[in-house]
């Protein structure tokens, strides 16, 4: 119960719309029940059959007997008056009128609950939505994207199809069971306090049958996970799966995936399915035993029930079946949901580790130095950087190199905090990073990286990413600075082509300058290089380069490259081996020294 109440604390803002959905639901009850009410009249009037009539108009008093005396009153008169045949169209035109108000006001409660339906899945998706994009880099790399992907389509859904369709049934099927057994109770107690023996025995055998859902459920939307983190790795890397010919090896592992979902929900969906059957045919059992035991009571005079009442009751008690059939299968509907709802909730309780302190200290500009001081970091139980002290002045070039794993691009990425430091500190202007505000630091990092990553939207809105609100003239200027525009102008819509998904309809060198162009035009003051460059042909390199050129100029730039031919004019070079500063200087400098960076130079034969 207390997942569904934190679930319907989503709802909270709605809360108006529960008044309204009760009584739309309690009229639609109300005229209901006039239908089989006025069952009883009809079928008298039909069979000459009935009590005696009533010819003295009742006296007002708030009260079921009123109602009926004034109706039996009404009814005798229009007989009396104008015959039995415009009474029976009098209490049929009454029928239709009740059975058109009661059909409305249904529709406008299902409308009222569509309403909380969508806005409620609304809010759990932009929750969800908002909580995947404040986690840390961290989070990402610790968790499959399937079971993110599932998380925000197969359990939502799992919620609105199960949760919410369970909410709607506890909302209006205990009104109508109250309401209409009140109705068979009020004209043969004998009768309807005999049908309340078999609700317990019906219900326990249902209860039975769901109890082990639950885990079922829990089991096959795992299952549910891994083929869509299976699929999406497949089609991912498709281009490595054709050409290491592993098509027939993934084949094998989907299917495997697969006929385990398919046995667990083969059990599952057994369960589920018993429950309807079961239910049906106790409610059948009970509907004959019911005309038996009736029966026997009118027949020998113990029921005030006559011929015409009797069936009018049966008309009832057989509407009374499926609310309770929904109400017993609530439960298991309601299992489905709530393991639905703890995947989800254990993805929303999951704490942001990288946050704005309590009183974040706001800085627009870069003006002194960035530093790191005495820095350390660990992935988990593996050291990655220990003791890094390094200043690079405002305005400087500073390159990192070293092999593979040295440490590189995660020194990068604490600057922007997508990870925080583990001891030490980095200083902007003297202020540790981890005291500022996370949107004003980062306003002040571009970042251009070997995985020049493009959304499926426009050239335009790609190049805008970090500023929306920028002019045609800005971004055009900024493809202009990257070397971008002269391509983007050959093709067929220009600055409004799609790019595809992850830039897949432009070649490595236009996704790079797009990406350079998208840094331009962001303007922040440190620019994060990494491996820009590693990636490309030798033409594309070489316009790439100049565009790098272009955007390094008066930043304060940290250059990431294998290729040391790229750095060989930074203004301090740091040489990274496993996680240390081994040397820094100069490219000459570094070079005489005829040390770790010389060897690496020497490695790629660069002169």
């Known amino acids: 119960m207390r997942t569904l109440s934190r679930l319907v604390h989503y709802a909270r803002p709605l809360h108006h719309i529960f008044p309204e959905y009760i009584v739309y639901t309690l009229l639609g009850i109300v005229f209901g029940l006039m239908n089989f009410t006025l069952l009883i009249p009809i079928l ?49 035109g009454l029928v239709g009128i009740s059975i058109l108000l009661a059909n409305v006001f249904r529709y406008m409660a299902v409308r009222v609950l569509l309403r909380l339906r969508l806005r409620l899945m609304e809010a759990v998706r932009v929750r969800l939505y908002e909580k995947y994009l404040q986690q ?41 069971v109250v309401a209409y057994f009140g109705i068979l109770f009020y004209w043969s107690p004998q009768l309807t306090l005999f049908t309340l023996i078999f609700l317990p025995v019906t219900g326990g055998i249902i209860s039975a049958i769901t109890r082990q859902l639950k885990k079922l459920n829990y089991f096959s ?24 010919l592993a098509e027939q ?36 059992l009970a509907a004959l035993t019911l005309i038996l035991f009736g029966g026997y009571l009118i027949l020998n005079g113990k029921s005030n029930l006559g011929g015409s009442g009797f069936i009018a009751y049966l008309a009832l008690y057989t509407q009374i079946i499926q609310p309770l059939k929904n109400l017993s299968q609530t439960s298991s509907t309601l299992q489905r949901g709530i393991v639905a709802c703890e995947k989800i909730f254990r993805v929303l309780d999951t704490n942001v580790s990288i946050t704005n302190p309590p009183q974040p200290v706001r800085k627009k500009s870069f003006d002194r130095e960035l530093v790191f001081d005495r820095v350390s970091f660990r992935y988990k139980e593996t050291r990655v950087l220990q003791d890094i002290r390094l200043t690079i002045p405002k305005g400087k070039t500073v390159a990192l190199v070293g092999e593979s794993g040295s440490g590189k691009s995660t020194l990068a990425d604490l600057i922007p905090r997508f990870y925080d430091v583990e001891e030490g500190a980095i200083l902007v202007d003297g202020v540790n990073i981890r005291n500022l505000d996370l949107n004003d630091l980062r306003s002040l990092v571009a970042i251009v990286s070997q995985d020049s990553f493009l959304f499926n939207d426009t050239v335009y ?26 391509f983007i102008g050959q093709m067929e819509e220009g600055y409004n082509t799609l790019t595809g998904e992850r830039g897949v309809k432009l070649s490595g060198g236009q996704r790079q300058r797009i990406s350079i162009a998208r840094a331009v035009l962001k303007n922040a003051p440190i620019l994060i290089l990494d491996e820009a460059t590693s990636a490309l042909d030798t033409e594309s390199e070489q316009l790439v380069q100049e565009a790098l050129q272009h955007l390094m100029k008066d930043r304060t730039s940290l250059v990431i ?26 490219h000459d400098s570094l070079l005489a020294a005829q040390g770790y960076y010389k060897r690496l130079v020497d490695l790629q034969e660069v002169k």
């Open 44 to 92: 008298q009037l039909l069979f000459e059959q009935g009590h005696a009539p009533v010819t003295e108009k009742p006296v007002f008093h708030l009260s079921f007997d009123y109602i009926r005396d004034a109706f039996n009153y009404t009814f005798n008169t229009i007989i009396t008056q104008h015959g039995k045949f415009n009474a029976l169209a009098f209490v049929c």
């Open 221 to 244: 939307q795992e299952m549910m996970s891994s083929i869509i983190s299976q699929t999406d790795e497949s089609i991912s890397g498709i281009r490595q799966v054709q050409s290491f």
């Open 461 to 486: 809105n790609n190049i805008a990413l970090g500023r929306p609100d920028a002019t045609e003239a800005e971004v055009e200027e900024a493809a202009r600075v990257a070397n971008a525009h002269g």
């Open 561 to 586: 490259a294998h290729r040391l031919s790229t750095v060989r004019h930074a203004d301090e070079i740091i040489v990274l081996h496993r996680g240390k500063m081994v040397e820094r200087g100069t």
């Open 136 to 176: 840390s880099l961290s989070y990402h790399h610790n968790q499959s994207k399937g079971d993110l992907l599932m998380v925000m389509t197969t359990e939502v859904q799992e919620i609105e199809s199960s949760v919410v369709s369970g909410l709607q049934v506890l909302l209006r099927d205990p009104f109508v």
């Open 249 to 284: 090896l993934m084949n094998s592992r989907f299917r495997g995936i697969n006929q385990r979902f398919s046995r667990h929900s083969k059990h599952l969906f057994g369960k589920k399915e018993l429950a309807a059957p079961i239910s049906e045919v106790l409610g059948v």
